[in-house]
């Protein structure tokens, strides 16, 4: 069709790229791409303005693989920003948010949503225009001028010289007879234009020096330098600012430094007040609570002594308390070694001051452990409070159940005596009180009231004691009676014991 | 059937999308002569100077602030979000309309969105600029803006991906990357066609570059459409999520106002919204300066006026199930900053929003107002107007008053505020002026294929 054919030798077919044929509409085009598929053609393409519905079919295009390699790039983007917001939020650099786990999946989703998207998008744009040979500036399609009008209102169909079937003159009746308005061979160029020669030795000159920066960093990396530092922005390195001791134009007293406000703590200046929280005033103990003791207070201190004092010290602050009992047990066996605690009424710990005993609760003393960190201060001024009157009332009241047990009988009679306020009324020295003298009396016969006499033995005591009145003795001031006392049978056994003494 | 007069084939079918006598070659030349004439219209010289002066000022304020530090702006504490927030959700907003009307309106079928989508993903890119640059400017020392990206940095340290501030940065990273993929993919074929037409070897070879030697190949197109397909795909829920992010800064936030649920799909509403107005907003003037009238026709217009109110009146409901809900839940700071937000120091700014945004939509309802291009136009900068005070609103009225009454503060702009936002206009009026000169504005290959003649009748089945 075109002056080219005839001018081109058979000898220089290999420079033929193809043929191109134009049609005017769709339809034309549509039933010719089907023909040329039929007729076996494989290297050949149509060329339209906007995308032809339809012609995928006539043209037998299969479906494009694109969608899944899409897909894995997706996944691979939703991989790479679990693993990311793993290794950076949890793993090489933990976060504590909050006291939140440190890896918890709802808070990486919007990043790991993004990552997907942008993951998916650059692969369908990349991938399609790789897929479909392009960026390609060159094709010798776009040196026809009728041919530019394939992306305005022109159809064509372009087959290549290295398709099998392809036979210049054949394929141009072929397509002749496909109703294509215009047919035109298309050469390849004679002439390639070639690259600069020297452009390769300047593309490893510029790659080398592309090397510089990094290699600059890595030669400074971890090192330090003599070298003042470049401040891009003075005025924030540098601010203006005021001095402890320096001079101030601004204030009427001409100093930078400020007084703090009326009524405030400056911190680390809270505990300042000694005798309060360390009990000591200067390098001496307090000798007093240094507050006001109460009702309130001790019964404060009564609850807390309770809770964390009884334990060791007993309730009655002797030094028998559980784990005493079981710690000496374990000790006999051999199991332990123990230091038996305190006891609270010892003479020594009643004339302790106040803030020694403080400074015990506070920090421990020997293998007693600090209370600090249970008892705030208040607690344990209540509890040395507690402890002193407990200490005191313990220290006049008598031995303990303890000792009681480690006595004979006859010096628990003679506490009894007293206890049992049987001292009020008999004498243990021959004087008259109200009843008759109890001494130099056991053994022996005792006259009656009635004129009778009986042994004073362990039976009439025992009796004297139940039911007083029964055998009433001679030598107390007449007219007088004896209350009966409530008193177990091992208390008269040992007021007996006692008696027997009594000479 | 004969006679039906009543019953015309207008009222039961929509206007053609290509009014005119128009065939493929007169599309061609409609879109491609604005780019080929020998000098752009009067009103193209005004606008585009104007624009690059205000691109001026707005280079100015930011050499300013970033040699003087974020004091020059009126941020301060409690509002220590200002305008610079402000004009990024403002901004980001306006972006989505693009990518929607691109994406979501593709999926759906809707031929109409052909006459305007190169317009509106151009200006979805140009807004995505503007608002980009916002938090990037506030973050006061900007040399070290890189910190933002899980890059290895000098203190060993990564980013915090539980801030919903750094899922910003990667949403908003996304969306811009994407938007620029989809709206370059769509040129690539209109180029192929600007470049050949060329007649001087500049533009041949810059076309050239750019339409990576495109040739319309029927086996290109195959691919071509199907990544069209999947970047739509990606883009819609991606389009939903970017504003989602914006607005995850501040639900997720403990400030009464902004610690709601209903941010995320009441943002999204909100950004559809601004964007169609941006949209009418430049489509009007631009359609009629271009002499693009049988592209862009007044069904297009007629289309997005009614998505601005349907847009408008979900924003409307989400106005008013802020108050409801501020009231159920018997949250009595909930209840307060409500009641500060419409009847407190920035009642007007509130009552603005409402009016603008809520009220002024409804005259859509109407089809002679529809087709009234003064109205529409005026109606499209109220919604600009509104959907900038809504973002005040919601940013200012919360943390004027927050918790401390003692810090309570009245949060006034500075002049650098005020021209930093003008000059926002200028980058983004700069960017669309040369989109306008120089590329397509109608996506020349899509609105071919909405003509009849496009496609191809099976007359052998």
């Given at each position: ?6 001018n ?47 012609l995928?079919d006539h ?12 897909l ?68 010798p ?13 022109r159809?064509f ?23 294509a ?6 050469e ?26 990094p ?35 601004f ?11 009326e ?22 103990y ?23 004092c ?48 403080y400074?015990t ?23 040395v ?47 008259v ?41 001679t ?29 | ?25 007169s ?12 000098k ?24 300013y602030?970033i ?36 994406a ?71 969306y811009?990357?994407?938007s ?86 009441y ?57 409801f ?75 004027n008053r ?51 003649e ?8």
């Amino acid at each position: 069709m075109s002056h080219d054919m005839s001018n081109v030798p058979s000898s220089s077919e290999p420079e033929m790229y193809g043929l191109m044929a134009e049609f005017h509409d769709v339809n034309t085009l549509c039933a010719a791409a089907s023909k040329v598929r039929e007729a076996g053609y494989r290297h050949w393409d149509c060329h339209t303005p906007f995308p032809v519905h339809g012609l995928d079919d006539h043209m037998g295009i299969k479906f494009t693989k694109l969608p899944w390699i899409v897909l894995f790039m997706g996944l691979l983007g939703l991989g790479s920003a679990i693993l990311m917001q793993w290794w950076m939020n949890a793993y090489d650099y933990p976060y504590d948010i909050s006291g939140k786990p440190v890896w918890s999946i709802p808070a990486n989703v919007p990043v790991m949503f993004e990552l997907t998207v942008l993951f998916s998008a650059f692969t369908a744009f990349f991938a399609m225009w790789i897929m479909n040979g392009l960026p390609r500036w060159y094709n010798p399609l776009l040196r026809k001028e009728r041919f530019a009008r394939a992306t305005d209102d022109r159809f064509f169909i372009s087959i290549e010289a290295k398709d099998g079937l392809y036979n210049e003159a054949d394929t141009t009746a072929f397509l002749q007879g496909l109703g294509a308005d215009h047919i035109e061979s298309v050469e390849e160029p004679a002439e390639r234009t070639k690259l600069p020669s020297n452009l390769k030795g300047k593309l490893i000159v510029a790659a080398c020096l592309l090397f510089v920066p990094p290699a600059m960093v890595y030669n400074s990396y971890g090192k330090t330098t003599t070298k003042t530092r470049v401040h891009l922005v003075p005025d924030m390195d540098m601010q203006p600012r005021f001095r402890a001791q320096g001079a101030s134009a601004f204030f009427a007293d001409g100093r930078m430094s400020r007084q703090p406000v009326e009524g405030t703590v400056a911190q680390g200046e809270l505990n300042l007040d000694t005798a309060w929280h360390q009990g000591k005033d200067g390098a001496d103990y307090v000798q007093k609570i240094p507050s006001v003791v109460d009702e309130a207070m001790l019964d404060r201190g009564r609850q807390r002594f309770g809770i964390y004092c009884a334990p060791c010290h007993g309730h009655d602050g002797r030094g028998q308390g559980t784990v005493h009992k079981r710690a000496s047990l374990l000790t006999d066996q051999g199991h332990a070694q123990w230091v038996p605690p305190t006891d609270l009424s010892a003479k020594r710990i009643l004339e302790q001051p106040a803030g020694m005993i403080y400074e015990t609760i506070a920090q421990g003393r020997n293998n007693m452990p600090a209370y600090a960190v249970q008892m705030p201060v208040a607690d344990r001024w209540a509890v040395v409070a507690y402890t002193q009157a407990l200490g005191l009332a313990q220290a006049t009241a008598g031995p303990s159940e303890e000792e009681l047990n480690t006595m004979t009988p006859a010096q628990r009679g003679e506490i009894l005596f007293k206890d049992k306020t049987c001292n009020a009324c008999h004498s243990i020295d021959g004087s008259v009180i109200l009843g008759p003298p109890l001494n130099g009396r056991f053994g022996k016969d005792a006259s009656l009231a009635d004129g009778t006499t009986v042994l004073f033995d362990d039976a009439y005591v025992i009796e004297s004691i139940k039911d007083p009145n029964a055998k009433m003795a001679t030598g107390g001031l007449p007219g007088m009676v004896m209350a009966p006392l409530p008193t177990s049978d091992e208390e008269i056994a040992d007021l007996i014991e006692y008696m027997k003494t009594l000479k | 059937m004969a006679d039906s007069s009543a019953i015309t084939h207008e009222a039961v079918f929509p206007p053609a999308l290509v009014q005119g006598k128009n065939d493929f070659h007169s599309i061609t030349e409609t879109v491609c002569g604005v780019l080929e004439a020998p000098k752009p219209p009067k009103s193209w010289y005004m606008i585009f100077g104007t624009a690059v002066a205000l691109l001026g000022v707005l280079g100015a304020m930011i050499v300013y602030l970033i040699a003087t530090g974020v004091g020059v702006w009126g941020n301060n504490q409690p509002v220590a979000w200002g305008w610079p927030i402000v004009n990024f959700v403002f901004w980001v907003g306006i972006g989505h309309a693009g990518t929607l009307i691109s994406a979501v309106l593709f999926l759906f079928r809707q031929d109409w969105r052909t006459g305007i989508n190169r317009f509106s993903e151009a200006m979805t890119i140009f807004a995505v600029i503007c608002a980009g640059m916002f938090p990037a400017i506030h973050v006061g020392r900007i040399w070290v803006i890189w910190w933002v990206f899980p890059l290895p940095n000098q203190m060993s340290m990564w980013p915090n991906f539980r801030s919903p501030l750094l899922w910003d940065v990667f949403a908003v990273s996304t969306y811009f990357s994407v938007s620029l993929l989809f709206w370059y993919m769509g040129l690539v074929p209109d180029l192929a066609t600007v470049r050949d037409r060329a007649k001087t070897k500049a533009r041949r070879f810059w076309y050239g570059l750019f339409a990576l030697g495109w040739n319309g190949s029927n086996r290109q197109w195959h691919r071509y459409e199907r990544a069209y397909l999947l970047l739509a795909a990606l883009a819609t829920p991606l389009v939903l999520s970017v504003h989602s992010v914006v607005s995850f800064d501040f639900a997720t936030s403990q400030l009464p106002g902004w610690h709601t649920t209903i941010f995320p799909p009441y943002f999204v509403a909100g950004a559809i919204f601004s964007g169609f107005a941006m949209v009418l907003t430049l489509s009007i003037p631009a359609r009629k300066i271009f002499g693009l009238e049988e592209l862009i026709t007044m069904r297009h217009i007629d289309n997005m006026c009614k998505v601005i109110m349907a847009t408008g009146m979900m924003v409307g409901y989400a106005y008013a199930m802020e108050f409801f809900m501020a009231w159920y839940s018997g949250n009595e700071y909930e209840g307060f900053a409500f009641i500060n937000r419409a009847f407190g120091p920035y009642w007007w700014a509130y009552w603005i929003m409402v009016s603008c945004n809520v009220l002024s939509p409804q005259i859509f309802w109407s089809k002679k107002m529809r087709n009234n291009l003064t109205v529409v136009f005026i109606m499209s900068i109220f919604v600009n107007i509104g959907m900038w005070f809504e973002r005040f609103v919601i940013t200012v009225t919360s943390l004027n008053r927050d918790f401390l009454p003692s810090s309570w503060h009245y949060f006034s702009p500075t002049w650098v505020d005020v021209l930093t936002l003008l000059g926002s206009f200028g980058l983004f009026f700069t960017f669309f002026m040369l989109f306008c000169r120089y590329l397509p504005q109608v996506a020349i290959s899509e609105v071919k294929n909405v003509l009849p003649e496009a496609h191809p009748h099976h007359e052998d089945h």
